[in-house]
């Protein structure tokens, strides 16, 4: 049996006012997770006639706290399926019943790494998918896509390198300055689109980069700190210093989205062809995803337990700890990854900010020949017509 059924201790539970009848153990499909939960009574937030039955999200990589406003929406009764690399359960909004059930679906090595665009076509469950605004252009012209919620204000993909080596550096042009003639390189995975970028805009000099990373440390150990090397500011500067034993200390980074290729990170996005038509859903279920935004950064240790349950049953070689779950979560607010950004409320695309990557996004990939709708415009790519403006972070 692949599916596991488990009931997680939450407080808020108890604003149930019938017992939760736990989901199918062996289910797998989207339609085989709805019928369970209409024995809940529906709470102030009623998704049932807008919604389809199942909030499906496609996730771009395994269980982590990037993802956590999503894990946050699941109750007491979920179901892990290890086999599908999935978990489901009754949507909830503030602890209360919405009507209609969340499976949160997991990407990366679990849908052998297809772009989180192209799943979200080919399977018509897929309700909202995680999309980079750089993939939203780039492929604009077979799988085009509208956000409609920027979970994570500030991409966290970063370049981190060893402060004893590079004690000067403090961001990327001087890292760069710095590690001419060091015999050092840059590592990142062959391919990366904001590399692309910084060697054509002349920010990274293309014979310092090596496209070869394979996601191991490896690497960056044997150079002993001569090396740089891509990751995210939510995970690496932690595993790195603690988990990592071989380097054992601590390393800098700077976040790309300073050199200008500044894009929202796996925003909340739809197929384009089906924002019409769930419209009447984002209405109500944008706001309940934002608040869970705010309830996960705020107090995140429930779901994190959820999370790293979720991480050891799918068992792929994925490893993420409680200490990197947290510290992932004190980073994203230290560092301004999930914020209220110019505002006082969660969730939004700023309208000049997509406009300037825009430009830089969309000429790229035009000379890159990737599958951009010529008559794309900036506006095309997002929308903010379904945010709550009342909900924020607190200061």
């Known amino acids: 049996m692949a599916s596991i059924t488990h009931r997680r201790a939450l407080?808020?539970?108890?604003?149930?006012?019938?017992?939760?009848?736990?989901?199918?153990?062996?289910?797998?499909?989207?339609?085989?997770?709805a019928e369970p939960a209409a024995d809940l009574e529906i709470g102030s937030v009623d998704l049932s006639e807008a919604c389809p039955a199942t909030i499906v999200v496609q996730t771009d990589w395994n269980p982590e706290s990037e993802h956590g406003?999503?894990?946050?929406?699941?109750?007491?009764?979920?179901?892990?399926?290890?086999?599908?690399k999935s978990v489901s359960g009754p949507?909830?909004?503030?602890?209360e019943y919405t009507g209609v059930n969340l499976e949160v679906r997991?990407?990366?090595?679990?849908?052998?790494?297809?772009?989180?665009q192209s799943l979200i076509y080919q399977d018509e469950d897929i309700t909202l998918g995680y999309v980079h605004s750089d993939a939203a252009i780039a492929s604009s012209a077979t799988t085009p896509v509208v956000g409609v919620l920027a979970q994570l204000d500030v991409n966290p993909q970063m370049v981190m390198w060893d402060p004893e080596t590079y004690?000067?550096?403090?961001?990327i042009p001087s890292l760069v300055e710095a590690m001419e003639g060091t015999g050092g390189v840059w590592r990142y995975f062959g391919g990366a689109t904001y590399m692309e970028y910084l060697i054509?805009?002349?920010?990274?000099?293309?014979?310092?980069?090596?496209?070869?990373?394979?996601?191991?440390?490896?690497?960056?150990v044997t150079d002993g700190g001569a090396s740089v090397q891509q990751g995210f500011a939510s995970a690496e500067p932690y595993t790195y210093e603690h988990e990592v034993p071989e380097w054992g200390k601590p390393v800098e980074y700077a976040l790309i989205s300073s050199t200008g290729w500044d894009i929202y990170g796996s925003a909340l996005s739809v197929r384009a062809d089906r924002l019409e038509e769930l419209s009447p859903c984002f209405e109500q279920l944008v706001p309940v995803m934002q608040q869970a935004l705010v309830d996960f950064v705020e107090d995140p240790s429930d779901t994190i337990d959820l999370i790293l349950e979720a991480v050891d049953a799918y068992d792929n070689g994925w490893i993420y700890s409680d200490g990197v779950a947290e510290y992932a979560v004190e980073t994203m607010l230290a560092d301004g990854i999930v914020s209220n950004g110019d505002n006082e409320y969660v969730g939004d695309f700023?309208?000049?900010?997509?406009?300037?990557?825009f430009e830089i996004g969309k000429e790229l990939f035009t000379e890159t020949a990737a599958d951009v709708d010529p008559d794309l415009t900036a506006e095309d790519i997002y929308t903010n017509d379904f945010l709550d403006t009342s909900i924020g972070l607190s200061d």
Request: glycine letters at 14%.
């Open 69 to 84: 406003h999503l894990y946050e929406m699941l109750g007491d009764d979920y179901t892990i399926d290890a086999d599908a």
């Open 106 to 116: 997991s990407g990366g090595p679990a849908v052998g790494y297809s772009p989180v």
């Open 11 to 33: 407080a808020a539970a108890s604003v149930l006012t019938v017992s939760v009848i736990a989901l199918a153990a062996c289910s797998s499909g989207a339609d085989d997770e």
């Open 167 to 171: 004690p000067d550096a403090d961001d």
């Open 200 to 220: 054509a805009s002349g920010v990274v000099p293309e014979e310092l980069t090596d496209g070869g990373y394979d996601g191991t440390p490896a690497g960056f």
């Open 91 to 95: 949507l909830l909004a503030g602890g």
């Open 350 to 357: 700023d309208p000049d900010r997509v406009s300037a990557f």
